[in-house]
């Protein structure tokens, strides 16, 4: 199965940052790593991109580092992010990962909230 070549991810996420400013990449990195999310596995999903990958780890610092949004592949991160939540409402496996990692909850609670509110809130 594809969760067998795990450096495929790896590799994905470093292309997602490394390439600052290609948004057709960042797309589509989007778009299949997000897919991923909905439609796997919980449990590989935790262990290959959670374990393996350090996803939530990644997503954490690019928010950190990148807290003025001044990069591209912010709002794929964004994105990342809330496929994560929203899967973890029917994945346990995931869900037991994410609810055990306090910074995770705090990155949701704040970063992760803020930039949603301000991507939700209309241009008057």
Known sequence: ????HKELFVTLLEILS????????HFYVDQ???????L????KIVSVLVDHCKLLDKIMNTFEKE???TCGYFGHFTNIS????KTAETKPELQKVLSAREDWQQFVDGALAKTNLVNSTPIA
């Open 82 to 85: 809330n496929a994560l939540c």
């Open 1 to 4: 199965s594809f969760w067998d």
């Open 18 to 25: 490394f390439y600052k400013w290609n948004n057709i990449t």
């Open 40 to 43: 796997g596995d919980g449990a």
């Open 67 to 69: 807290s003025s949004r």
């Open 32 to 38: 299949l790593l997000t897919q991923i999310i909905f």
